[in-house]
């Protein structure tokens, strides 16, 4: 069924800039970003709305991160600035195909799951 790609990820600098792309197979509405750091839980960083009407951020990451759509290509992106050192995880973007007017950074509100792009934070 559907599938994710996410790529982008890398060893960058405290300071340093990435820009993730999470590219699906086919139409999606919400896509949401995760990460996963080493020994913690999965948590929500961000969410977009189909038609991108609806953004969402953890605290920790807003002002610094900016999540975009480009429909056409089927495409995420996730602009990360000024990353930080606790940054460093696995990140993956997630889809649903179900409409509820509004994104989600809740895990399990999301059926499709990339397999995720490695973020090292380091000096």
């Known amino acids: 069924q559907l599938q994710l790609v996410e790529s982008g990820g890398g060893l960058v600098q405290p300071g340093g800039s990435l820009n993730l792309s999470c590219a699906a197979s086919?139409?999606?509405?919400?896509i949401g970003w995760f990460r996963q750091a080493p020994g913690k839980e999965r948590e929500g960083v961000s969410c977009i709305s189909g038609r991108a009407s609806s953004t969402k951020y953890t605290d920790s990451v807003q002002g610094r991160f900016t999540i975009t759509r480009d429909n056409v290509k089927n495409t995420v992106y996730l602009q990360m600035n000024n990353l930080k050192p606790e940054d460093t995880a696995v990140y993956y973007c997630?889809?649903?195909?179900?409409?509820?007017?509004?994104?989600?950074?809740?895990?399990?509100?999301?059926?499709?799951w990339g397999q995720g792009t490695q973020v090292t934070v380091s000096s």
């Open positions: 086919e139409f999606t509405y919400a």
């Open positions: 997630a889809a649903t195909r179900y409409y509820s007017g509004a994104c989600s950074m809740v895990i399990r509100d999301y059926p499709y």
